[in-house]
């Protein structure tokens, strides 16, 4: 168990449809990231948030967005969702190692979002 | 922009042996970090060991080790005494937001 807990575990949607995940970092970790997993475009960074903050964004669909709230849970919403949106969504959170001014990123168990 | 290059769409291991699979990055920057992630069927994503670009000295995790030639940005990642367990998708990461490479399936024989 990596601590980092994401809901739903699954999700059945139909296209067109608005879908919100949500994640809740480890205890202590500031950052958030969020991935996507998919068949034809592997595993894709999609944004990061410290701290309420965001902090970089990668290949985010626009019809996606996300957001820290001041408890550090984040919440992942994707809309007007089309049939390659199905994918698993992962969320990470990071704890900052001072020794080596670096991050390590734990992972969730992912969400599965499937849309029909 | 980072990329990572695992050229070994899949691999297999006699159970006992030892495996080595491989990944080559592409980066400008002098400073970053490495990671190698397990995934197995249940999808969870498992960190297996990181290595800091700054430290000569290769990252070693029990059975788990990693070569790392800074020149050839090559970091590969050799697991030894193979366990049924350890049969997974890996994948290797560049940086601190993670760049992945496109995995290795690793299939272990008993």
């Known amino acids: 168990d990596s601590g980092v807990t994401q809901t739903p575990k699954h999700l059945i949607t139909a296209t067109g449809q608005r879908v919100t995940l949500r994640c809740s970092p480890r205890s202590g970790d500031l950052s958030v990231y969020w991935y996507q997993q998919s068949l034809d475009q592997g595993l894709q960074f999609l944004i990061q948030y410290y701290n309420g903050e965001e902090r970089a964004k990668g290949n985010i669909l626009e019809r996606f967005s996300a957001q820290q709230f001041p408890d550090l849970h984040s919440e992942l919403n994707l809309s007007s969702l089309e049939l390659g949106d199905s994918a698993l969504y992962f969320c990470?959170?990071?704890?900052?190692?001072?020794?080596?001014?670096?991050?390590?990123?734990?992972f969730g168990e992912g969400s599965w979002l499937t849309v029909v | 922009a980072q990329t990572v290059t695992q050229s070994q769409p899949e691999m297999s291991v006699q159970e006992a042996e030892t495996v080595t699979l491989s990944c080559t990055y592409d980066?400008?920057?002098?400073?970053?970090?490495l990671f190698w992630y397990k995934q197995p069927p249940s999808r969870q994503m498992i960190l297996v060991i990181r290595?800091?670009?700054?430290?000569?000295q290769n990252a070693t995790e029990n059975r788990f080790s990693v070569n790392f030639q800074k020149a050839a940005k090559s970091f590969s990642l050799k697991i030894s005494d193979s366990q049924l367990g350890d049969a997974a998708m890996y994948f290797c990461?560049?940086?601190?937001?993670?760049?992945f490479g496109a995995g290795t399936i690793l299939r272990v024989k008993s």
């Open positions: 990470a959170s990071s704890v900052y190692d001072r020794a080596s001014a670096g991050n390590t990123i734990y």
């Open positions: 980066t400008s920057e002098s400073d970053y970090y």
């Open positions: 990461a560049y940086g601190n937001k993670l760049v």
């Open positions: 290595q800091e670009a700054y430290k000569q």
